[in-house]
DNA sequence: CCAATAGATGAGAAGCTTTTGCATTCAATC
DNA sequence: GATTGAATGCAAAAGCTTCTCATCTATTGG
């Protein structure tokens, strides 16, 4: 269960942190910000600090149980990490999000960074545009 | 000259205008921040408040004469808009950004949005990695 | 060329997200 | 159960960016 992951990551076993896990485990949304969780947190009666949010979720991103994006609007999300990498399409109305994953765009990328020297630590490929779905339109 | 191109922008022909987009079209580094305008404002001996380049480049973006482009260190840079589409690879060690366009990968990206129910207004594809450049190495 | 006016500016305050400092509390260990 | 270093909560602080508002200016028409 969450315990052993976290002891794993060379963590304490504490509330806040089996908390947050469980509520990243059990989310309906795959990409939460630290206030979201913040928020569920405070839903589910949770006395716990917005700092130690940010804290916890700084630790498990560094321990490589999450991993955080940038989208546009300036705040961070963070998303449990499944261990396949995926790419992500937003929706600029609705704000949904999906993710994909295609081989010939990462061997594409392979090869460029070949080319121009880098060797790759990571990358981030965010599509912007507007859904299809019903839902959305009617917000559109 | 700049001026026109303000003026095309619907946007009134003022001091800080002209002297922002010289910059940007001056400048080294494609690349910028607000706070590099800023900077390099002062050292021009303008005296242009912070608020303003921000406006500016904001207003700049709108009428699309620049682009932002949100790295991972949380602000934005901004960059002349030259009108071909590019992506970018960026040095985590130096900080070195190059451009890369690859139509493979813009070919898949809207191959994606299509069979995913998307129609694309824009994307960020960003590699992250580490350049082999001599000078970086030393840094690193 | 001057007057009128809509828009632009600068300075500082305010807003947001994220980080930090510190006294208190707690998990791990013996 | 006592010890101890780590973790927490709160409030304060720190970036970056936006807003407010009084002042100033580019544009326009006379």
Do not use: W
Not at 44 to 49: C, E, F, L
Not at 58 to 69: M, N, R
């Amino acid at each position: 269960m969450e315990d052993q992951e976290i002891r794993n990551a060379g963590l304490k076993v504490t509330a806040p942190r089996v908390k947050i896990l469980e509520l990243l485990e059990n989310s309906q949304q795959r990409h939460v910000s630290a206030e979201d969780v913040y928020r569920m947190l405070l839903a589910a009666d949770q006395d716990i600090g917005l700092a130690t949010v940010y804290r916890v979720l700084t630790q498990f991103e560094e321990a490589g149980l999450v991993e955080k994006h940038h989208f546009e609007d300036g705040h961070s999300v963070f998303e449990l990490d499944k261990g396949k990498h995926h790419d992500h399409i937003v929706c600029v109305t609705c704000g949904r999000v999906k993710e994909f994953v295609d081989e010939t765009i990462e061997e594409r990328q392979q090869k460029i960074a070949d080319e121009l020297g880098f060797q790759i630590s990571e990358h981030d490929l965010v599509i912007y545009g507007k859904c299809l779905d019903d839902e959305c339109d009617r917000k559109g």
